[in-house]
């Protein structure tokens, strides 16, 4: 098969034009190879030469804000993936953007997701400072996003400070209002930035007056500011010492929570990809986040297609899980086989994981028996499941138990009493249904456990009947 190697601008206006050309001549996405100048031509590729004059191409309105959202991320391959979608859209697949379980759709909204978040964040986390120039006065700032966003973010700064000369200087763009129109210019490191922190002792100023350590919690506040942004917020260089201002019991949560377990480091960053949970599922073999990792036999992850609908999530690995390196393959999952085929949703096609990915377990002579894991050990391992959930993008996601349905839902969740019932509009999926572990049935008396297996029915038909 013929590749074509495609040489574009990495901008949106370039990429409609080469799209265009591609669709003209037939090229279908598998035989196109895109270069924004970030990637090496593959060997053997043939230099295609864009024509200027092919007709427009008719898309859904869906597709060109999906297009220009995805056009700003970082990852160079979302070029070649917004041709795929764009080919399967104009052979057939229509109506494939509600197809939100399609791997493709998924991993492109998620770009779209994601460069919408990086915007807002532009929008709450750039401080301007006051520099006095030989045009009078101008207000700058330094700021890096984390992808292109600059363009998109730009007009909201323009409806805040019309009246104002101002300049955003990130390290690949650089945009400058002048009272008039958007000017745009390469960007600069922050170095080469002049300081302009005349307002900056305002800024710690009005942040120390309303700051109250009592209600600190860092890890809600890395989670809605990441760290990485903190130098570049004036206020927060006042952070530190308020921390050590404040009292012994504040201190010691603190403390408390910087030596807290956590998978995190060991997390892989990278955007979501049809490799994407492979990636995962290596790196955590090598997870060391909490001390489960020490007497278990390896790391056991999830299990299941990329593109499931549907996600079961238990509580750990049981000893058979722990030794074959699979969930739900011991005596609970044969359990649980029975339960799906009689709710009428095929094992093969569901993602299964657990809450923890280590075995938690006691020796007793020979015998390896279960124990339920700490809270902490849910806490550390938690972002790899947030990592699984991410990579999927679910419709529908089953808690197994008590464990996997509080490591989502809160601790104050109880299955006995919420069982069964659909919870609408979670961040990890649109419908999480909780409803009982198939290890908590085996362990019934024989009368219960038919009452039980009948629950865990019906709790996963509700949960298969969702669309």
């Not at 008719?58 to 080919?87: G, I, N, Q, S």
């Not at 532009?122 to 984390?146: I, K, N, Q, S």
């Not at 297996?453 to 669309?467: K, T």
Request: proline share 7%; net charge neutral; glycine share 6%.
């Amino acid at each position: 098969m013929r590749t074509l190697h495609v040489r574009i601008e990495s901008t949106l206006p370039s990429w409609q034009r080469a799209a265009r050309s591609l669709l003209a001549d037939g090229a279908a996405a598998e035989t196109v190879h895109w270069d924004d100048g970030s990637a090496t031509p593959p060997l053997f590729a043939t230099s295609y030469a864009i024509d200027d004059s092919a007709p427009p191409v008719r898309v859904p309105a869906t597709f060109a804000a999906l297009a220009e959202a995805v056009a700003c991320h970082r990852d160079a391959a979302k070029w070649e993936m917004l041709y795929a979608l764009l080919w399967r859209l104009t052979h057939g697949e229509r109506s494939l953007l509600a197809n939100r379980v399609d791997p493709l759709v998924a991993n492109l909204r998620d770009y779209q997701q994601q460069v919408e978040r990086d915007v807002h964040k532009m929008h709450a986390f750039v401080r301007f400072g006051r520099l006095e120039t030989e045009e009078g006065e101008e207000w700058l700032a330094w700021y890096h996003p984390d992808h292109d966003v600059v363009a998109r973010a730009a007009p909201l700064f323009v409806e805040r400070f019309r009246a104002m000369r101002w300049s955003i200087v990130t390290p690949r763009t650089t945009v400058r209002w002048d009272g008039s129109e958007l000017q745009f210019a390469p960007g600069a490191g922050r170095d080469e930035v002049p300081q302009a922190d005349e307002l900056e002792h305002l800024w710690r100023t009005y942040y120390r007056s309303v700051f109250n350590p009592a209600r600190m919690n860092l890890r809600a506040m890395r989670s809605e500011m990441p760290s990485r942004f903190w130098n570049q917020l004036p206020e927060l260089t006042a952070l530190p010492s308020m921390l050590r201002e404040a009292t012994p019991h504040v201190d010691g949560m603190l403390r408390d929570q910087r030596a807290a377990p956590s998978a995190a480091p060991f997390v892989p960053s990278g955007a979501n990809s049809p490799s994407r949970l492979r990636q995962l599922r290596d790196a955590a073999m090598e997870c060391r986040g909490c001390e489960l990792y020490e007497p278990a036999t390896q790391t056991v992850f999830g299990s299941g297609p990329p593109s499931a609908r549907i996600v079961l999530i238990g509580e750990q690995p049981g000893d058979e899980e722990d030794r074959r390196g699979a969930p739900f393959v011991g005596p609970a999952g044969r359990l649980l086989d029975e339960a799906l085929h009689e709710a009428g949703i095929n094992r093969a096609d569901v993602y299964l994981t657990n809450a923890v990915k280590h075995f938690h377990f006691e020796e007793r002579g020979k015998r390896r028996i279960h124990k339920t894991p700490r809270t902490s050990h849910v806490t550390a391992c938690r972002p790899w499941l947030e990592a699984e959930l991410s990579a999927i993008s679910p419709s529908v996601i089953i808690c197994l138990g008590g464990t996997a349905a509080k490591s989502l839902l809160g601790g104050t969740f109880r299955v006995t009493e919420e069982r069964g019932k659909p919870i609408y509009g979670t961040r990890w999926a649109p419908t999480v249904v909780a409803t009982l572990h198939p290890s908590a049935i085996l362990r019934m008396p024989e009368e219960g456990r038919r009452e039980g297996m009948a629950m865990l029915v019906a709790d996963l038909r509700v949960a298969g009947r969702v669309e």
